[in-house]
């Protein structure tokens, strides 16, 4: 016998879903055997501990700390470590000046790194080196174009006059170099470089290459890192838009920042400066990080930074780029690991409660629904695979960690996934005192259940993504397992709950209306006469409880078309009598 059309539908939904699930516990399970995943989701600050850091702001001399450069220092920290795949970290001030950072678990050295550089950017023009460089920047090639061509330059060691006689005219001149500052130049040592260096963005600075292979004197800061409005790293590629497998950084500037860099790169190029007075170097927290020689004026606002970055330096200088420059400098004034501030049988307490927030669902479930109520059952065990595995995958992939709050978004999410249910059973309860036959009342019942639930769970997903777009800390990570539990809700009603309501339709013990099947014509208040179809309950005077419930069930419009009837009957007796 052929299968009908909505059997064959049930099967293809379950099978989506059987695949949906095994495909995330395949991934989950490569992820644990061949890379660094685990089936047990990671724990946020607040259950597990990790690591606090403390930094303290470097400050030229008679310079303070504004509210205002904390609020942004701290937003932009918190934008980095969230880059950085860590989630549920806590980003705070300490006093009137210090940021602490607490990041759950033991960060791994990229993710402090992040943290640590201040990504104070700061463009300038080189005035004296020792050694040539190899890095280039040009703008951004188009592949369709050629221009300017790339390579190592010779860079000749220019004579200098230590003695300037005059004052300087742009930030190249050489007068910038007095006698007192090549002296000190000459006798710098790179290995006593700090991690940030302080220097005043309108004079010349004497710094190093972050490895200490290259000194150099620059001139005052021609662009500023704030004009940055966004970055981001890949592979190079040549004029010809072939890639040179070098990795690089892409900034893009606002106007005042593309405005900035033309007018230093026209100066550079179009003077045609021997090396390596045609060169700017990009200075990460009073560090050389790259020193290009200008290959052409950039005018469009969106140059490629090369020299040699590997695929990790380069992710973590267009993140520190992309999310802005702090306002002032940043060291670690120290770092240490933290206890867990509500810690293991705060977590287990939550467990408890959400297992017996289960059990009252069940037995509500079993108690209202009989045997239907196991279809309840089934899918808050479907919804809570899926969800765990979910969990587990974006533990690994995007870091999330799970925090009590979480897990109180988890418990929440058994009550809103069961109401999913009930809306859909009470939809073929209506359908079946209308007298239809229990596989059409699960059809009728679902189209008309379908728009309520997807009502009910756009107004929970919307306030989820409203709550995680606007709080911070634990908070978002309410509004993410809420969200995410949301959108599994729906998933699991549509690919399992409705498609079993349409298998056990064709069974037997459900289609004669069991009184244990919880379709028991007697209960809803109609009076089963055999092959699924129903009758209108003959009324008598002393109501048993289905007329009752029947009564009890009747809408507005019923019960006064039924007086009605009852009126016109009582005249037409009254006429026959007399």
Not at 136 to 144: I, M, R, S, Y
Not at 186 to 194: A, G, P, Q, R, Y
Not at 313 to 338: C, M, R, T, W, Y
Not at 352 to 359: E, H, T, Y
């Amino acid at each position: 016998m052929a299968r009908t059309t909505p059997v064959k539908n049930a099967w293809r939904a379950i099978v989506w879903l059987t695949a949906i699930t095994v495909g995330f516990t395949v991934l989950v399970g490569a992820g644990s055997i061949f890379g660094t995943a685990s089936w047990a989701p990671k724990l946020a600050l607040d259950l597990q501990g990790g690591t606090q850091i403390v930094l303290a702001p470097q400050l030229e001399s008679g310079q303070t700390v504004s509210g205002e450069q904390l609020a942004q220092a701290v937003s932009i920290i918190r934008d980095r470590v969230d880059a950085s795949g860590v989630s549920e970290a806590e980003i705070t001030t300490q006093g009137a000046s210090n940021v602490v950072v607490s990041i759950p678990g033991t960060p791994d050295d990229e993710t402090l790194k992040r943290i640590q550089a201040s990504a104070k950017l700061e463009f300038r023009p080189v005035l004296y080196t020792e050694v040539a460089g190899t890095a280039v920047a040009e703008e951004t090639p188009d592949p369709a174009t050629t221009d300017a061509p790339e390579g190592e330059t010779a860079t000749p060691e220019p004579t200098l006059a230590t003695t300037p006689t005059a004052t300087p005219t742009d930030a190249s001149d050489l007068n910038w170099i007095t006698e007192a500052l090549f002296d000190e130049y000459s006798n710098f040592d790179c290995s006593s470089l700090d991690n940030f260096s302080v220097a005043p963005a309108d004079e010349a600075l004497i710094t190093c290459e972050a490895d200490g292979s290259f000194k150099y004197i620059l001139g005052p800061v021609e662009v500023e890192g704030s004009t940055i409005t966004d970055a981001s790293s890949g592979l190079v590629s040549s004029s010809q838009g072939i890639s040179t497998g070098q990795w690089g950084v892409f900034p893009t500037f606002n106007a005042e920042g593309t405005t900035a860099v033309a007018d230093m790169t026209t100066r550079l190029f179009g003077f045609d400066q021997t090396d390596p007075r045609n060169r700017f170097a990009i200075v990460l927290d009073g560090q050389v990080i790259s020193a290009p020689t200008t290959q052409g004026i950039i005018t469009g606002g969106n140059p490629q930074i090369s020299g040699s970055f590997t695929q990790e330096s380069a992710e973590i200088l267009a993140d520190q780029l992309k999310f802005g420059a702090l306002p002032i400098g940043f060291e670690v004034q120290s770092s240490e690991n933290i206890s867990a501030t509500l810690g293991t049988a705060q977590l287990n307490s939550g467990l408890i409660a959400g297992l017996i927030g289960l059990l009252l669902v069940v037995i509500y479930s079993l108690f209202q629904y009989r045997l239907l109520g196991l279809v309840t059952v089934a899918s808050l065990i479907v919804a809570g695979v899926l969800t765990y595995l979910v969990i587990a995958y974006l533990s690994w992939r995007h870091g999330y960690r799970l925090s009590l709050a979480g897990v109180a978004g988890l418990i929440v999410a058994i009550g809103f996934t069961a109401d999913s249910f009930i809306v859909y059973f009470e939809r073929i309860r209506d359908e079946l005192r209308d007298g239809r036959s229990l596989t059409g009342a699960v059809e009728a019942g679902w189209k008309r259940a379908l728009r309520t639930i997807f009502a009910a769970k756009a107004v929970n997903l919307l306030s989820a993504v409203v709550l995680f777009v606007l709080a911070v800390g634990n908070v978002r990570g309410f509004a993410l397992t809420l969200g995410l539990t949301t959108v599994i809700d729906v998933l699991v009603v549509v690919l399992f709950t409705h498609p079993m309501l349409q298998l056990l339709s064709t069974t037997r013990f459900f289609s004669s209306g069991h009184p244990l099947s919880g379709l028991d014509p007697n209960a809803l208040g109609a009076v089963y006469r055999g092959r699924a179809q129903f009758r209108t309950p003959v009324a008598a005077k002393n109501k048993t409880g289905a007329s009752r419930e029947a009564a009890r069930r009747q809408t507005i419009a019923e019960r006064k078309a039924a007086e009605l009837a009852g009126t016109a009957q009582d005249s037409s007796s009254d006429g026959k009598d007399s």
